[in-house]
């Protein structure tokens, strides 16, 4: 790129991402790993119960390595597994490399805020802070999607999987911003656009858009012409915290039920209303359309000093 950001104007940045849950994630990785400001200190595959699949933390797994193979950097950044199950209550941490990844994160000795992004559910971020309670005092932001629809809740997929470790986080003393489905759901793309914008970029370009259309497909329950990356907006207010109409309100817990429970006596967290899906979208695009031009003006200038 021809312009620079300053090492201590980036953004310090985790991610953990039930990956091979659907289709979404995978975007929500790519535009994070494309982003010049994301200094990104781990990825942390996740699971995503045993709903869709008995071994869903290694699909998680496989899928962040494919992304970044495709990307062409599968050895850039640390990679640590997050539990494999939900939390058996709120007491009972999840013991992984993931969550053990967090607090040496949340421990450096760095001024700068730690950003985790949750694109499924919160175990990994609720054991760790049981394993370690002292790191609930540093400047850590979670950010979150998931929860029911603002201010009644209801079934909600990433709740569903872990919906203790979702007390724990809500109840603690960290800071969180909460994306959730109502709001996540903001973000539909039709394949006219996805082909037009996405299917060019190389060989992540047309993974991205053949594996949305190869996941609708399998259901008639599924949409025919569209789909919803409803983990990009994690991505958005990364890059920009306004990237939508938010407001503070006390955090509620989930009942069992996974309806929202209002009682106002834990902290306040910042609750997205609405997400600019424009921004977040041609962000994504742009970055990847220039990602790949310049990995095939490198390709070029390979070529023609192995022929020289």
């Known amino acids: 790129m021809d312009f620079i950001i300053p090492e201590e104007k980036k953004t310090r940045v ?42 869903s933390l290694q699909d998680s797994y496989d899928e962040t390595m494919l992304l970044l193979n495709l990307i062409g950097c599968n050895n850039k950044f640390r990679i640590e597994t997050g539990a494999a199950h939900a939390m058996p209550d ?27 992004a949750f694109y499924g559910p919160l175990t990994d971020m609720a054991s760790a802070l049981l394993i370690e309670p002292k ?21 909600e997929y990433n709740v569903s999987n872990d919906i203790h470790a979702a007390n724990v986080v809500l109840k603690s003393n960290l800071e969180v911003w909460q994306i959730p489905r109502n709001v996540y759901r903001m973000m ?3 394949y006219a656009e996805l082909m037009d914008k996405v299917y060019p970029n190389g060989e992540i370009g047309k993974y991205l858009v053949e594996q949305v259309i190869d996941f609708n497909n399998e259901s008639v329950s599924r949409p025919s012409e569209y789909r919803i990356l409803g983990d990009s907006p994690a991505v958005g207010v990364l890059l920009f915290d306004d990237c939508g109409k938010w407001k503070w309100e006390p955090a509620p817990v989930f009942d069992q039920n996974m309806n929202y429970v209002h009682s106002g006596k834990y902290r306040p967290i910042k609750v997205y209303e609405t997400i600019d899906s424009r921004f977040i979208l041609e962000d994504f695009y742009a970055k990847l359309k220039l990602f790949f031009k310049k990995s095939t003006e490198n390709d070029e200038s390979k070529t023609k000093i192995e022929k020289a």
């Open 188 to 190: 539909p793309v039709s």
């Open 135 to 155: 790191i609930a005092q540093k400047n850590i932001k979670v950010i979150w999607i998931g929860g029911g629809d603002w201010p009644s809740g209801g079934r």
């Open 90 to 116: 709120e007491e009972t941490a999840k013991d992984s490399p993931g969550a053990r990844l967090i607090i040496e994160e949340a421990l450096k000795k760095d001024n700068r805020p730690l950003y985790i």
């Open 14 to 55: 985790i991610i953990n991402t039930d990956a091979k849950n659907e289709v979404d994630d995978q975007f929500a990785i790519v535009h994070a790993i494309l982003s010049y400001s994301f200094e990104i200190h781990g990825i942390i595959p996740a699971h995503f119960g045993n709903h869709k699949s008995n071994t």
